[in-house]
Structure formats: structure tokens, C-alpha cells
């Protein structure tokens, strides 16, 4: 329960707001278990904020007797109060889509998720979807995502419009594709590209929102289209580049006819200028060393899917392979709703360590908490903005529960103060429920639905 610390007339008088519980934040990436240099954790602990930002954060008798008059302290005894969860690829349009059964990406894709996106062509549809994901992110402690709209110009206004509204830091794009769709989901070249200009002047860097040009994958773009999004990141190099790359290995046998020429999938969009640091690759499950060695060097990003990777039955991601080579290539991790089957980054990272286990690999509690929040927010170039407690950062944050349902409860009682345990079996058994309030700016979220 949330408990006030101040009284009301004194909450009325300030907008200064300050969040007290187990302070959690990571500092650099863990070695392993056990890494406690890693990261600074306060049994007590304050995060003042000030204006949507954190001012200070630190042990509860140190930052409460500096707290402005009229402060409001809300109180989570025994939470882990840490920075909100950042996504780094997820569908907007994708929401009814999730749990679609038995078929593998390119059927998936027709059979289901080409009719849905469909419906975003109409504006209160795209209002209306765009509110319903904002709320599931957040119920779920998510403050930041990285999202693909429909074809729809309408879809991404939506979702900025409505990010806008309530003050989140979101990155989308609406997709480009103008082949291998139905008619009513394509663009041209020329359009696509007019289209996402209007959006970039519209919202990249209005408030927190910033734009992803987004070719949706190799398979639905003509060369023309990816000239087209190569010329978008060239006038635009500070937004970013969204797109899908060796998900499945029947995409990836069609992406060799469309593009013979090409040495392969990843050389397809290297060709037009796609990689770099602000570009996000989801999947990067099949790639040969060639392909690694170009991710590495251009600092590309590769996103890691769990949940959609084991639900369309794509396959196994190889982090080792990807971070144990001599230039290691950048790691985010992502829902992928609607291929993937949650919105809650716990259960991801929960399917992560499983994908990592039939891989012979080890994914530390610590380690996937790191990458939750710190990780993703440096794959974004956004540390200085999100995913910490470092003062100057936005005061997006998740308060956590390990003990949020029976089965937690009882398998908690055999804890004793192991930090680490606790966040293991939180991200294992955790989900939504695990989910005592989500800041945004320092502002509790409520949520109207
Ligand atoms: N490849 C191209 N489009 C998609 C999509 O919507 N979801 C997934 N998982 N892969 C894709
Ligand atoms: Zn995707």
C-alpha cells in the first residue's frame, strides 16, 4: 500500500513530489552474479523529483530533511523502486493480434496480422488503439517503447498525440511498405517517403518524442523504398531506423531472390545506408559472421525477441555469439507484441533466460534487470535521460512486488535478503501483478480504462 508521509493541506502548496522504497540502479553492465559494483541499491531510499526530473536520489535520512515544504512522499515499504522499463520494438497496431494461432512469420503475417493492421486506417480506430497500448505499457512499468505503427500516417499521429498527452518518451515510425501486402497496406516510394518526412516534421523532437523511420522488413520494401528511407536517415541522422532482419529462415530465402545481388539480408540494407547507431534491428537470429562483423563496426543495434522468437517458432537468439566476439555487436531486448506474447518486460526477460538455457547460456538476475532498463536506454543513446536514477534524468519509474501474488508471496518467504534472489524470482514468476504503481515524470499513472 501507499502510504503519504505529508500531510494534505502541505501537498497542495508544492509540485515537488518525492517516491521513497529500495532504490535500485544500475551503473555500468554486471560481470556475473554477484557483481555488486554494478549496481547501487538503498534499503531506504528517496528519489526526490523535481519538474518530471530526478534531483536526488538517496538513503531516506539523507534526502528527507532537505525535501522542500509541501513535498508529497509517496511511501512504498518493501518495493523495489527502480527506472521504468524501456522496450526497444513492439506493434501498436498489433494488439489483436497477439495469441494468433499456428503459423510461422510469413503466413502469421498474412493470415492474421495484415488484416488487423487494416483497421488503422481509420483515426478512431488508431485513437483508440493507441490508448489501449499506452495503458497496457504502463500498467506493465514500461515508460519508454520503441513502436511500429501501421502504413498509416493517421497510426503514428495517434500514438505520438496521445504519448504527448501523457508526457511518455516514445519513438515510433510508420511503417513503409510497398510491395508483397494487400493493396490497402501499401505505400510507393515516393509516398511513404512524403509521409514519413510530414510525420518527422511534426513530431521528432517535439516534447519526448522522437521519430524511427521505419521499413517494416526487406520482403515488403522495393529498392526504390529503401533508397527512399536512406535518404530520410541521411537528412534526418539523428532519428532513428527500425526494421526486422533474419527472424526466419523462409524470410531469409525470400530476401535472396528479391535481392540477388545482395551478399546477404543484412548487405540489403546496408546498401542504402540503414546501418548505424541510431538503427534498430529486431530478431538477428540467423546471421552468419560476415553479417555480425557489419552490425559491430556500423554499432548497429540487435534486438532480442524472446517471447515472439519461441511463439512463431523463429528460433533461438545466440547472445554469446553476438557479445563474446572481439568487436561486440549492441544488444536490446523487446516484447514484439503481437508476434510476442506479453507486454510485461518481466516475462520477456523470464523467456530470455529460457532461450539463453537451451543455448547452454546464463542470463544473471542482474544482468537482465541491466538490460531492462540501463542496457536499452544506451542502445537508444538516452542513459542521460532515462533508465537510471542519476540526477537530470526523467522520473520514469516502476515500483515492483516480489511478493505481488501467492506463489511469489510463499517462494519469498525462503529469501533472506538476497537482493539477487529476489529479482530472479520476480522476473520469473513476475508479470503486471508484480506492477505497484509506474511514474511517469514523477506523476503515479492513473489509468482510465
Ligand atoms: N517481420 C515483418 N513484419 C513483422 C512483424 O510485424 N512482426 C514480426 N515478428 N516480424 C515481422
Ligand atoms: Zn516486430
Given amino acids: 500500500m501507499t502510504q503519504r508521509d505529508s500531510g494534505p493541506a502541505a501537498?497542495?502548496?508544492?509540485?515537488?513530489?518525492?517516491?521513497?522504497?529500495?532504490?535500485?540502479t544500475f551503473l555500468r553492465e554486471p560481470a556475473g552474479p554477484g557483481d555488486r559494483d554494478s549496481y547501487r541499491y538503498i534499503a531506504d531510499g528517496v528519489v526526490h523529483v523535481a519538474d518530471g526530473r530526478i534531483a536526488a536520489a538517496g538513503p531516506a535520512e539523507e534526502i528527507l530533511p532537505g525535501l522542500p515544504p509541501g513535498t508529497t512522499v509517496d511511501h512504498h515499504p518493501d518495493r523495489i523502486v527502480m527506472p521504468g522499463f524501456i522496450d526497444l520494438h513492439i506493434h501498436m497496431p498489433q494488439t489483436q493480434v497477439i495469441a494468433s494461432y499456428g503459423t510461422q512469420l510469413l503466413d502469421w503475417l498474412e493470415r492474421y496480422t495484415f488484416i488487423e493492421e487494416q483497421k488503422y486506417a481509420d483515426p478512431?480506430?488508431?485513437?483508440?488503439?493507441?490508448?489501449?497500448?499506452?495503458?497496457?505499457?504502463?500498467r506493465n512499468g514500461t515508460t519508454t517503447a520503441v513502436a511500429y505503427g501501421s502504413v498509416h500516417p493517421q497510426s503514428a499521429d495517434a500514438l505520438f498525440a496521445e504519448s504527448e498527452r501523457r508526457g511518455a518518451c516514445i519513438i515510433a515510425g510508420k511503417v513503409m511498405m510497398d510491395r508483397n501486402a494487400p493493396n490497402a497496406l501499401?505505400?510507393?516510394?515516393q509516398k511513404g517517403y512524403d509521409d514519413s518526412k510530414a510525420l518527422i516534421e511534426r513530431w521528432h523532437g517535439r516534447d519526448r518524442l522522437r521519430y524511427a523511420v521505419t521499413p517494416r522488413f526487406a520482403i515488403t520494401s522495393t529498392e526504390a523504398q529503401l533508397e527512399a528511407a536512406g535518404a530520410l536517415m541521411r537528412e534526418h541522422p539523428d532519428a532513428y531506423m527500425q526494421t526486422h532482419l533474419s527472424e526466419n529462415?523462409?524470410?531469409i530465402a525470400y530476401v535472396r531472390t528479391l535481392f540477388p545481388d545482395a551478399r546477404d539480408y543484412t548487405d540489403v540494407y546496408d546498401r542504402f545506408g540503414l546501418l548505424g547507431p541510431n538503427s534498430l534491428f529486431g530478431h538477428c537470429i540467423h546471421l552468419s559472421d560476415e553479417e555480425l562483423d557489419r552490425l559491430s563496426e556500423s554499432r548497429s543495434v540487435a534486438v532480442f525477441c524472446p517471447t515472439s522468437n519461441l511463439f512463431i517458432?523463429?528460433?533461438?537468439?545466440?547472445?554469446?555469439?553476438?557479445?563474446?566476439?572481439?568487436?561486440?555487436?549492441?544488444?536490446?531486448?523487446?516484447?514484439?507484441?503481437?508476434?510476442?506474447?506479453?507486454?510485461?518486460?518481466?516475462r520477456t526477460v523470464a523467456e530470455a533466460y529460457k532461450v539463453l538455457q537451451l543455448r547452454r547460456q546464463n542470463l544473471p538476475a542482474l544482468t537482465a534487470f541491466h538490460q531492462?532498463?540501463?542496457?536499452?536506454?544506451?542502445?537508444?543513446?538516452?542513459?542521460?535521460?532515462?533508465?537510471?536514477?542519476e540526477p537530470g534524468c526523467y522520473a520514469d519509474l516502476v515500483v515492483l512486488d516480489a511478493r505481488a501474488t501467492p506463489a511469489m508471496a510463499h517462494r519469498m518467504d525462503t529469501v533472506r535478503g538476497d537482493l539477487e534472489?529476489?529479482?530472479?524470482?520476480?522476473?520469473?514468476?513476475?508479470?503486471?501483478?508484480?506492477?505497484?504503481?509506474?511514474?511517469?515524470?514523477?506523476?503515479?499513472?492513473?489509468?482510465?480504462?
Avoid: C, W
Fill in 11 to 24: 501537498e497542495a502548496t508544492s509540485r515537488s513530489r518525492a517516491i521513497r522504497g529500495r532504490l535500485l
Fill in 124 to 138: 478512431e480506430h488508431s485513437a483508440a488503439g493507441a490508448r489501449f497500448f499506452l495503458d497496457e505499457l504502463l
Fill in 186 to 189: 501499401r505505400d510507393t516510394a
Fill in 249 to 251: 529462415l523462409d524470410e
Fill in 313 to 346: 517458432g523463429s528460433g533461438l537468439f545466440d547472445l554469446a555469439r553476438l557479445r563474446r566476439r572481439e568487436a561486440p555487436v549492441r544488444v536490446g531486448l523487446a516484447t514484439d507484441v503481437g508476434g510476442g506474447t506479453s507486454y510485461s518486460m518481466l
Fill in 372 to 389: 531492462m532498463t540501463r542496457a536499452n536506454a544506451e542502445a537508444l543513446g538516452l542513459d542521460a535521460e532515462i533508465g537510471t536514477l
Fill in 421 to 449: 534472489e529476489e529479482l530472479f524470482i520476480l522476473l520469473t514468476l513476475g508479470d503486471d501483478r508484480s506492477v505497484t504503481k509506474t511514474y511517469l515524470r514523477g506523476e503515479p499513472v492513473e489509468f482510465e480504462g
